[in-house]
């Protein structure tokens, strides 16, 4: 196949597309600001000159330590457009996790919000990758990107010719069975299919305008360069309020948003107290966690037929099926849907071979958009993609009308309120304390949150320790997302036949409303 028809546009030639077509319309609001098109596209080519100006280019790697900004997604489309890598810090996580990400990956130069200036100063003296720190806005910390951005000639904005589509451009970190977060390499022609797809099969309308509430540092940027691709424009905001995010809707006649079901479950309650116009609203994406079907009932009652759930992981690249507004119906509420257009998906069983209809597989899939690999893993980059397959480790069914229903998830990974949280990263913290003697962790149905991390513990002989006393040490090592909503204290855990921990009785118990006494 000649070069012509196998590359076609990288996700950088996408970026440039965008701010090429539309010109003098807004393509950002965040607060009072206002930018559009033709000042973004120039603000990008003047940043694009300073990661130059510090030797950021291809194979170079970035970061962001950011609450939703303009800059903090500039600055993502400036690195794909060097070549370089970019990946999201997450505001709630530690200082020693950011430092892992920043060694692991290379970073070179850090971008962060003032909000952030005491944890970015602890991560860029502790990872010895980072020479470069731009702030957005006046800091101490570092040179305020704007001020470096105007002090450039700016010019045409072009990416660099030299980028191949499996230049690694999104390198996302999620955790594992290990508790060590992996790097997943998502390259050029990954995004440009999630794009192409999201297009496809997220309900973007046209001329959207996107409301990000979640991180766009992470899953919330999926759907950012489609809107900007169809002439829409982004409106961030740098936390979730309820109020605010139902108010925005009304004010600024928002059309498409996307959120996880904890979210939904606050955009609810926070409605059946107010009055708001949301007949803008076309198109609300929701996933990345548990949604059951009461709240998306109640959601529906709120927003009437415009829900979207999704279904994916990072080394999809995203999202790869959809259950579209029309197919929110009564008895079909637990599915997510068919896969995405681009991906190819199948059950199968332990032997790799596919399994019959309406029998439970792990969900596999074949796309464009999945990763290349793991960072540095090698081994486990083998086993997710083992016989031509992305593994996800989820176990689903597909229904009589071709419908994914997830059965269970093979990994013990819990996902409470959109984000994830992985079982031994907690534990490896609660077994660090003189008194703990051992520990499990699981997630549990929750309300609010979709799941819950609920850590079972069994406590040394004559040891003492608090509910309390264990969930700050949690919080304080690994931040919230991470700390139990509640410890349950056993005289022992359950073991399978071979001694290993069996969670599986521990998730009955739960599930079964058996628990023992939580402390």
């Known amino acids: 196949m000649s070069p012509a028809a196998s590359e076609g546009a990288l996700y950088a030639d996408l970026i440039v597309e965008a701010f090429e077509r539309h010109g003098d319309r807004e393509a950002f609001v965040h607060g009072d600001r206002r930018l559009t098109y033709a000042e973004a596209k120039d603000f990008t080519a003047r940043l694009v000159q300073v990661l130059a100006r510090h030797g950021v280019g291809r194979g170079s790697a970035v970061a962001a330590l950011s609450p939703n900004a303009p800059e903090a997604w500039l600055l993502q489309a400036a690195a794909y457009l060097v070549g370089a890598s970019f990946s999201g810090l997450h505001p709630l996580g530690s200082v020693d996790d950011h430092v892992r990400l920043c060694d692991d990956a290379g970073v070179a130069l850090l971008l962060v919000h003032p909000r952030f200036a005491e944890v970015g100063a602890a991560v860029s003296e502790r990872a010895p990758s980072v020479h470069t720190v731009l702030t957005i806005g006046p800091s101490e910390l570092g040179r305020d990107v704007r001020e470096a951005c105007a002090a450039e000639s700016g010019g045409r904005l072009v990416r660099d010719p030299a980028i191949e589509p499996e230049d690694t451009a999104w390198l996302q970190y999620t955790g594992g069975t290990t508790g060590r977060p992996k790097g997943v390499m998502l390259p050029q022609r990954a995004l440009t299919q999630q794009a192409l797809s999201w297009l496809a099969s997220y309900g973007v309308p046209e001329q959207p305008r996107y409301l990000a509430a979640a991180p766009i540092t992470h899953a919330a940027v999926l759907p950012l360069l489609p809107t900007l691709l169809r002439g829409g424009c982004v409106v961030l905001h740098e936390a979730f309020d309820p109020e605010a995010f139902l ?273």
């Open 247 to 519: 108010r925005t809707v009304q004010d600024e006649h928002i059309s498409y948003a996307f959120g996880v079901p904890t979210m939904l479950g606050a955009l609810v309650e926070t409605a059946r107290h107010g009055t708001y116009d949301l007949g803008a609203l076309r198109t609300f994406a929701y996933g990345a966690a548990p949604a059951s079907p009461a709240l998306v009932q109640e959601a529906q009652e709120v927003f009437g037929p415009v829900l979207l759930q999704g279904y994916g992981q990072t080394e999809s690249g995203g999202f790869i099926s959809s259950l579209r507004p029309d197919e929110h119906i009564p008895g079909q509420l637990t599915s997510c849907g068919r896969p995405a257009v681009g991906v190819r998906l199948q059950l199968h069983d332990a032997e790799g071979r596919e399994v019959p209809s309406g029998e439970p597989g792990e969900i596999v899939l074949r796309s464009r958009a999945v990763m290349t690999g793991y960072l540095h893993l090698p081994e486990e980059t083998a086993q997710a993609l083992r016989g031509g397959w992305l593994h996800t480790g989820d176990i689903g069914r597909f229904d009589e009308r071709g419908f994914l229903h997830i059965v269970d998830r093979a990994k013990d990974m819990v996902i409470t309120g959109g984000f994830n949280v992985y079982p031994r990263e907690v534990e490896d913290v609660l077994t660090g304390h003189p008194g703990v003697a051992g520990a499990a962790v699981v997630g549990v149905p929750d309300d609010r949150w979709g799941e819950a991390v609920r850590a079972y513990v069994v406590l040394r002989r004559e040891a003492t320790a608090t509910a309390d006393e264990l969930i700050a040490l949690v919080r304080r090592q690994k931040g919230p997302v991470h700390a139990p909503k509640s410890v349950v204290f056993v005289p022992e855990l359950p073991t399978t036949a071979v001694g290993k921990i069996d969670k599986k009785v521990l998730r009955d118990l739960t599930w079964a409303g058996r628990d023992r006494q939580v402390n």
